[in-house]
């Protein structure tokens, strides 16, 4: 898969994915990240982005012809499948979406900033528009890293079975169950029987109820009818 990024802040995307298992999945090209600096397409010397919002009010807004010129050049070289905007008036991010997108080639995502973009380049460029909560950060740059962190992780081969998706928390609307590992005995405090039986149909068993138990206390409204 190629993620391209568009924003004004490419050191905050430099990080994230530099480390751990989408660092593998780069070495191993099963994943190719590119982040381009929207300034590349800046209106003028000045490397201006931004203006002043039409019909007044606090904020400058990310001008359409930077961000259309910056689509365009990186459409001529690939095919997106989507041309996502990160905002937080977006559909709301899930597993289940981040699945989907895991099995594409190619993704473009383009952080706001300020106010936000023109209208325009949302009505005519973006295909998709994603927010990771309910909540408002200062730019899209942390909602990309999150949802190229999550995307990442699923596409084939990136995961080994030592760190396999299939367990996830959300992975089949249900929360992971809880895990221990080495001492069996630690200030008392004692890992489950079950666990240390080497029985694997029992220790299924029981991470299944656990991890029903956990989602009807804790998240009783993803629970399916599984
Ligand atoms: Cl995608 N962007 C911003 N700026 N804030 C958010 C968000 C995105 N998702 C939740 N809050």
Not at 96 to 122: F, V
Not at 200 to 226: G, Y
């Amino acid at each position: 898969m190629r993620i391209d990024i568009i924003t004004v802040l490419p050191e905050l995307l430099e990080s994230p994915f530099s480390h751990s298992i989408l660092k593998r999945a780069r070495e191993k090209n099963l994943l190719e990240i590119h982040v381009h600096h929207l300034r590349q397409w800046a209106m003028n010397e000045y490397g201006q982005i931004d203006d002043y919002q039409y019909g007044g009010g606090a904020g400058m807004v990310m001008m359409p012809e930077p961000l259309a010129k910056a689509i365009e050049h990186l459409s001529e070289q690939t095919r997106y499948d989507e041309i996502i905007f990160m905002t937080p008036d977006g559909e709301p991010f899930s597993q289940k979406m981040a699945n989907q997108l895991s099995m594409k080639e190619n993704l473009l995502i383009i952080c706001g900033h300020y106010k936000g973009i023109d209208e325009r380049i949302r009505e005519h460029f973006i295909t998709r528009e994603i927010s990771i909560g309910d909540y408002v950060l200062s730019g899209g740059e942390l909602a990309a890293a999150v949802v190229v962190d999550a995307i990442g992780r699923l596409i084939p081969g990136v995961l080994n079975n030592e760190t396999s998706a299939l367990f996830d928390s959300f992975q089949d609307n249900l929360l992971a169950p809880p895990v221990y590992t080495r001492p069996a005995e630690f200030r008392s405090w004692k890992v489950p029987e079950v666990l240390l039986s080497g029985d694997p149909k029992k220790v299924a068993d029981w991470r299944h109820e656990q991890s029903v138990l956990r989602t009807e206390k804790r998240r009783p409204d993803i629970l399916s009818d599984l």
